[in-house]
């Protein structure tokens, strides 16, 4: 059974290009969620996706990114016209359709975006 | 809504000693709560849950942590680190319906030889 599937591991932009990370969820599970990481600081949450609709998406910084989980195909975060500041390691995180089971998230290796 | 508060953000301990990690929450409500493990460049593991029940909860690699209810605590324990144990770790919160976790700020733990 593949755990999180994050691609690509490591991203390397210019300012102004657009930055495309994808996330293939576990088996089974429906729901994705995006963390952002930045250096010396904790994980922030983004968005919280379930196939076709977003869910909770508080976290997402209001211009330049975007989130989706199409009925087919990874859950894909984009940022358009990245700036230095987007530098940072993106988790991706999946669950079960309900985690009042007690169920957790199960997180992706993660993928490393440089903006250059 | 739910937070979680880690206060110590680096934690240096000498190997084989013992190590406690500490985590605080608060809620209004139930929740569960959790403890991630981070190695350097890599996804966050799970090393352990408080669902309900006994309120000491046993993980991997020797971890446990014990809910305290009172104090909104969920503290991180092990009594002897290895090199190996040295990483970031996470603690976070879920409430019983599931729709959220909440992470805190991490705690890098460095074990020195």
């Known amino acids: 059974n593949a755990g999180v599937m994050q691609n690509p591991r490591h991203l390397v932009r210019r300012?102004?290009?657009e930055a495309r990370l994808?996330?293939?969820?576990?088996?089974?599970?429906?729901?994705v969620y995006w963390y952002r990481q930045l250096p010396e600081e904790g994980l922030k949450f983004m968005v919280y996706l379930q196939k076709e609709n977003i869910i909770d998406e508080s976290g997402m910084p209001k211009e330049r990114f975007s989130a989706e989980f199409p009925k087919e195909g990874p859950s894909i975060l984009r940022i358009q016209q990245v700036v230095r500041?987007?530098?940072a390691a993106y988790f991706c995180a999946s669950s079960p359709p309900r985690l009042s089971s007690g169920n957790t998230i199960y997180f992706g290796e993660g993928s490393?975006?440089?903006v250059v | 809504a739910q937070s979680v508060t880690q206060l110590d953000s680096q934690v240096p301990v000498f190997e084989e000693a013992p190590v406690e990690l500490r985590c605080n929450y608060s809620s209004s409500v139930s929740v569960y709560l959790f403890w991630y493990?981070?190695?350097?460049n890599q996804g966050l593991q799970l090393l352990l849950k408080y669902l309900?029940?006994?309120t000491l909860v046993k993980g991997i690699n020797g971890f446990e942590a014990e809910f305290n209810k009172s104090?909104?605590?969920f503290h991180l324990r092990k009594p002897s680190v290895h090199i190996s144990d040295?990483?970031?770790?996470f603690c976070a919160v879920s409430d019983l319906d599931g729709n959220q976790f909440y992470f805190g700020t991490g705690t890098s733990l460095t074990v020195i030889p």
């Not at chain 2, 040295?86 to 770790?89: G, I």
């Open chain 1, 15 to 17: 300012r102004g290009q």
């Open chain 1, 22 to 31: 994808r996330c293939s969820p576990m088996k089974g599970h429906s729901h």
């Open chain 1, 85 to 87: 500041g987007d530098s």
């Open chain 1, 112 to 114: 490393w975006l440089t």
């Open chain 2, 37 to 40: 493990v981070q190695y350097p």
């Open chain 2, 52 to 54: 309900s029940g006994s």
């Open chain 2, 71 to 73: 104090q909104t605590s």
């Open chain 2, 86 to 89: 040295t990483a970031e770790y």
